[in-house]
């Protein structure tokens, strides 16, 4: 009986990996043809126009383009995006308290191993224009790439894998997809190991406003190391040992918070769209 079991659940949890895999290649191809013409915009007029504006056309067909194909997906699918749950203050204290501790024992384990490697051209391009303190890519890291990703790979993703598998198996799954889809070592495994931690948020909140809170102090971390030039370049003990403990205390903190179900946000126009819950 155990082995049916078994086999019914390997059986659904492969069902839901080919089908969020169908749902990212669709909503994906659609929001590249909804940016298209922002694309070709700013390709026709690179020559007429500063080098500014060509990316600021570009940075609102990627917001207009990932808001609107989720817009229409939520629509057709009858599908809510999850927002209105209030949360205390000292959460996102605690939330902080833990990208700090991840970031330093990451740093210092793990991220310090994968910059023995040579990282890609394109990390290294986006590096030093963020070095540089070009604004558009600290923008798209620090506000746009949270939403829309938190949109995408929790809001939707992670909401569509929960229907038809267990908890734990939509978060592998979606962090693992989420790091992949980085298409690059370096962040596509620190992608994958925050995608754990904001799948487990999103499940304890019901809601992805502390996610793409924690995405955006997680990706503004980054902007200020990259922009001061201080990178992991050896495996420290000490800050292993210190920020461990950190770790281990900010999620216990975060665990036992309780959530108050009964104090929600009053998004209106949402609402009236059906868009939210």
């Given amino acids: 009986m155990s082995e049916i079991t078994n086999n019914d659940l390997s059986n659904k949890d492969g069902r839901s990996l080919i089908g969020v895999i169908l749902l990212y290649i669709k909503l994906e191809l659609l929001i590249l043809l909804v940016s298209l013409p922002f694309i070709l915009a700013s390709y026709i007029l690179k020559d007429y126009i500063p080098y500014e504006a060509c990316r600021f ?10 808001l609107c194909v989720i817009y229409l997906h939520c629509k057709k699918e009858n599908f809510k995006i999850k927002v209105n749950q209030k949360l205390p203050i000292k959460f996102y204290v ?13 740093d210092s384990t793990i991220g310090a191993f994968l910059y023995t490697f040579e990282p890609s051209k394109t990390i290294t391009e986006r590096m030093t224009s963020i070095a540089s303190g070009n604004i558009f890519p600290i923008i798209s890291a620090c506000l746009i790439a949270p939403i829309v990703e938190e949109l995408l790979f929790r809001g939707v993703f ?8 267990s908890c734990i198996t939509a978060v592998l ?28 948020i999103y499940l304890k909140t019901n809601s992805l406003l502390p996610c793409i809170f924690l995405h955006m ?14 990178y992991p370049n050896e495996i420290s003990p000490i800050i ?8 281990v205390i900010s999620l216990l903190l975060i665990n036992r918070t309780k959530i108050d ?11 009236k769209h059906n868009l939210v819950q």
């Fill in 261 to 271: 179900e009964s104090k929600k946000f009053n998004f209106r126009f949402l609402e």
């Fill in 173 to 200: 799954i979606s962090s693992l997809f989420f790091g992949l889809t980085h298409f690059n070592l370096h962040q596509g495994v620190g992608a994958f190991f925050s995608g754990l931690f904001l799948g487990f």
């Fill in 240 to 247: 292993i040992i210190i920020s461990a403990g950190l770790l």
């Fill in 57 to 66: 056309i570009e940075i609102i067909g990627l917001i207009f383009s990932h």
């Fill in 158 to 165: 992670l909401e569509y894998l929960r229907k038809k598998s």
């Fill in 217 to 230: 102090a997680h990706n503004s971390f980054v902007v200020l190391i990259t922009y001061f030039s201080i």
């Fill in 94 to 106: 605690y939330i902080l308290l833990f990208r700090l501790s991840y970031g330093l024992l990451y």
